[in-house]
């Protein structure tokens, strides 16, 4: 949903947009091209890998943090309200197709899983480090896995005769939990489940939300490409509520008041884009602006 997703910026020639999860550079090339010689563009990201994609172009600069810190990184650049400001979640696929990052089922790697390499919490940590109660609740809630608990069980009887280090260790660990019929699912679960917890990737989607509000110029967008329930449904809920559990707040005549409104209807990828990418098939794409 490259283009969808730009097009929902209504981009106008001397803007000033982010792109907060820069990656293989896709939607920051297609924000450029749209931009006049006065526009700019901001990315972000904190994974090393992303620098080597650095854009050659005056209009662009890519600050290798991770998008939390959106506000104060903006500042630093002298920048206080924007255009729009576009976040596609979840893993690259450079990400997914490096096996030596540990993001994949398909490969026997080290059990990493960190976006930001300086960071010291990897895979490995929670796998062998984690109490079970803490290993099966990061399963049951970011997983959604209903037998978190005895997932989390064996994983802890394991790794007690020896230290669980690779993907495929894991997976061997965990067989008897993976039918031939939904082993590849299942294993995603996991995965995703790990994943999430290493990059805290739900705390930082929430704090990114927070302060788009007081970012964006007055008829800026927001455009969010989210790859599964957990990031939609926050996403969903902040544009609707201003907040992410309870009732939304309102004011003293009983108004509903919420910073966001959402911008049309609910996208999704066309069948010709899941026939060309089939990681493409889970992507939700919500777009709002200043209410």
Do not use: C
């Amino acid at each position: 949903m490259l283009h969808e997703s730009v097009d929902a910026l209504n981009i106008k020639e001397d803007g000033v947009y982010v792109d907060v999860t820069f990656g293989g550079g896709g939607h920051s090339k297609e924000i450029l091209s749209r931009l006049g010689e006065n526009g700019k563009l901001f990315a972000f990201d904190q994974d090393p890998d992303a620098q080597r994609n650095k854009i050659d172009d005056s209009r662009f600069v890519l600050i290798a943090e991770n998008f939390r810190y959106i506000s104060r990184f903006l500042r630093f650049y002298g920048i206080k309200k924007i255009d729009g400001v576009l976040a596609d979640l979840g893993v690259s696929s450079h990400q997914f197709d490096e096996a030596d990052r540990g993001f994949s089922t398909r490969f026997d790697a080290d059990l990493d899983m960190r976006m930001n390499q300086k960071s010291d919490l990897s895979a490995k940590e929670i796998i062998n480090k984690y109490e079970e109660k803490q290993l099966s609740d990061i399963l049951f809630l970011y997983g959604e896995l209903r037998n978190a608990k005895a997932l989390a069980r064996d994983i802890v009887k394991a790794r007690e005769l020896e230290e669980i280090k690779t993907s495929f260790q894991l997976k061997e660990v965990l067989q008897r939990h993976l039918p031939k019929a939904k082993e590849h699912k299942i294993l995603a679960q996991i995965f995703q489940a790990i994943r999430i917890e290493v990059n805290e990737e739900l705390e930082v989607l929430k704090e990114f939300l927070q302060q788009v509000p007081n970012l964006l110029n007055e008829d800026g967008r927001l455009s969010v490409i989210s790859y599964h329930s957990l990031e939609d449904r926050l996403v969903k809920r902040f544009i609707q509520m201003g907040k992410f559990s309870g009732e939304p707040e309102k004011d003293f005549f009983g108004n509903v008041n919420v910073p966001l409104k959402k911008v049309g209807k609910l996208i999704v990828p066309t069948a010709e884009e899941i026939k060309q990418n089939n990681r493409a098939r889970s992507a939700k794409l919500r777009v709002a602006t200043l209410k």
